[in-house]
């Protein structure tokens, strides 16, 4: 099992910035994938990063050059570092990892509100 907590969202203007954190506990040595997601009001879950276990990230087009994926093995935390945010950005944040053996899980945070204003 792998538990996650999601902090850092919040209010903010059109181009601002904000970071957010997903901390996890557990069994974090069988994590295998990590992921940034956000789901905007009446849409679905869209994928925003992805970073591997060698350091391999992913972005989806609309954040390319504006959020940056990363995490600190050593705090066993995840991060997605969001610059020059856009009202479209508004959305809630959802950080997921998937775990390889012995677990194979998939597992979500609470998620974080990040709204942007124009």
């Known amino acids: 099992q792998v538990q996650l907590v999601e902090s850092g969202g919040g209010l903010v203007q059109a181009g601002g910035s904000l970071r957010l954190s997903c901390a996890a506990s557990?069994?974090?040595?069988?994590?295998?994938?990590i992921g940034w997601y956000r789901q905007a009001p009446g849409k679905e879950r869209d994928l925003v990063a992805t970073i591997n276990n060698v350091g391999s990230t992913n972005y989806a087009d609309s954040v390319k050059g504006r959020f940056t994926i990363s995490r600190d093995n050593a705090k066993n935390t995840m991060y997605l570092q969001m610059n020059s945010l856009k009202p479209e950005d508004t959305a809630v944040y959802y950080c997921?990892?998937?775990?390889?053996?012995?677990?194979?899980?998939?597992?979500w945070g609470q998620g974080t509100q990040v709204t942007v204003s124009s």
């Open positions: 997921n990892v998937r775990t390889g053996y012995p677990t194979h899980g998939n597992y």
């Open positions: 557990g069994s974090t040595f069988s994590i295998i994938y």
